[in-house]
């Protein structure tokens, strides 16, 4: 149905979520109340989905999400299934050291480890929780240790918008390949924090400066609305006509192209498992009505 309603035939990237339980309440998550919540795809149903969008779509990728996907039982038979179908397959996780296990576990079935820090160890241990900045930091060492590419998501806040040059070079010393800039968006746990915000634009744009003339070895990239470009006004998550850069795949089986989107419940498209197929579910303020436009990532 996404090709009929969309005109999509090919979907790069899928960004599944596991589950939606997380050993963290992050003040930024955008889950907010579901971090609460039970739900989270079977092992066999993860399967299936990955399936159909590769059978379908020609997936190439997919990104393992939560919630905490190192929480989730069967994340190592998912990855491996992943794997050893042909995929690239990522991890973004928050790096407690009570994975570490686990992530030896994964090591053979991952082409990225990527860790959730949201500046240096201050600000982020406030964001997230005390000594998670220093636990973060040995699970990229481990990572690099186990032969296996790294990046680093942030989340830009107000409180961390200063650091994000200190940061990267502190990166840079453990082997860390890739820095990705989130935007804040005031939705999930964000609602009861505005004051993270960064409320004016022109921050970013200084910031894009001080990137640019740090002399950084790892790779830094933003989303649009990190750039000094505006916003685009439309969805622009498709690469070219009819092939789109990713899609994602909550818990409950909803389905949202824009990263915009994501935490709003918007999504008009669901994976149905007993049809084994995407079924469009339109509502007045789904993503297709309201046109919310995507996050595009743009290197430095």
């Not at 092992?43 to 929480?71: C, D, I, K, M, N």
């Not at 998550?237 to 935490?263: M, Y």
Request: hydrophobic share 40%.
């Amino acid at each position: 149905m996404l090709k009929e309603v969309t005109g999509i035939t090919r979907v790069k990237m899928l960004y599944l979520q596991l589950q939606y339980r997380c050993n963290f309440v992050c003040k930024t998550c955008f889950h907010g109340e579901l971090l609460k919540s039970t739900e989270r795809y079977t092992t066999a149903e993860a399967v299936e989905l990955v399936s159909h969008f590769q059978r379908e779509y020609g997936l190439e990728a997919v990104t393992l999400l939560g919630g905490e996907p190192l929480l989730y039982p069967g994340v190592v038979e998912v990855a491996r299934f992943c794997k050893e179908s042909g995929l690239t397959v990522e991890i973004c996780t928050n790096g407690h050291r009570g994975f570490f296990g686990t992530v030896r576990e994964l090591a053979p079935y991952l082409d990225k480890f990527r860790v959730s820090i949201d500046g240096l160890a201050d600000v982020h241990d406030r964001i997230r929780q005390r000594g998670s900045f220093s636990s973060a930091i040995d699970a990229l060492d481990l990572a690099a240790e186990l032969g296996l590419e790294t990046g680093v998501t942030m989340t830009v806040t107000r409180t961390s918008i200063g650091q994000v040059v200190a940061l990267a070079r502190l990166l840079d010393q453990h082997r860390v390949g890739e820095l990705k800039l989130h935007c804040l968006r005031l939705v999930g746990n964000a609602l009861r924090h505005p004051e993270l915000e960064v409320e004016q634009a022109s921050r970013y744009e200084a910031l894009h400066e001080e990137i640019d003339t740090a002399g950084l070895r790892l790779r830094v990239v933003y989303d649009s609305d990190l750039t000094p470009q505006p916003a685009m006004a439309a969805c622009s998550n498709l690469i070219a006509g009819d092939w789109l850069d990713r899609i994602e795949a909550d818990p409950r089986g909803g389905l949202t192209v824009s990263c915009k989107a994501v935490g709003r419940d918007a999504n008009a498209f669901r994976f149905d498992q007993s049809l084994r197929s995407v079924v469009y579910e339109p509502h007045a303020h789904d993503e297709i009505a309201v046109s919310i436009p995507d996050v595009v990532y743009i290197g430095n």
